[in-house]
């Protein structure tokens, strides 16, 4: 059974920084890519941040860039969201999701449960 398992949410001070860890397992993920959504209440949920699971070929949301850092420990397989200077726009339900290089993120193979991130003035 694959799974995707989020952590590290939680409730952070403006400015502050937080790590997000999503841990899969059930299979190899080699040619897939990892991706970061988020959603907020009342908003579509959108991308925030992509790797593959090679390490390249990543991407940010332009309100992220700078402040995000996507990253892999392939040994724990373990994708990574580290987030700094944190603002209330972060604010959201924060999901991990894995899609192979052929399908649309619309048709994401495997999501998490998602985690929580709230930020607070």
């Known amino acids: 059974q694959v799974q995707l398992i989020e952590s590290g949410g939680g409730l952070v001070q403006a400015g502050g920084s937080l790590r997000l860890s999503c841990a899969a397992s059930g299979r190899t993920f080699s040619s897939y890519r990892m991706g970061w959504f988020r959603q907020a209440p009342g908003k579509e949920r959108e991308l925030v941040a992509q790797i593959r699971w090679s390490g390249d070929s990543t991407y940010y949301l332009d309100s992220v860039k700078g402040r995000f850092t996507n990253s892999r420990d392939k040994a724990k397989n373990t994708v990574y969201l580290q987030k700094n200077s944190l603002e209330a726009g972060d604010t959201a339900g924060y999901y991990c999701?894995?899609?192979?290089?052929?399908?649309?993120?619309?048709?994401?193979?495997?999501w998490g449960q998602g985690t929580q991130v709230t930020g607070s003035s």
């Open positions: 999701a894995g899609a192979s290089f052929s399908t649309s993120w619309g048709r994401a193979d495997y």
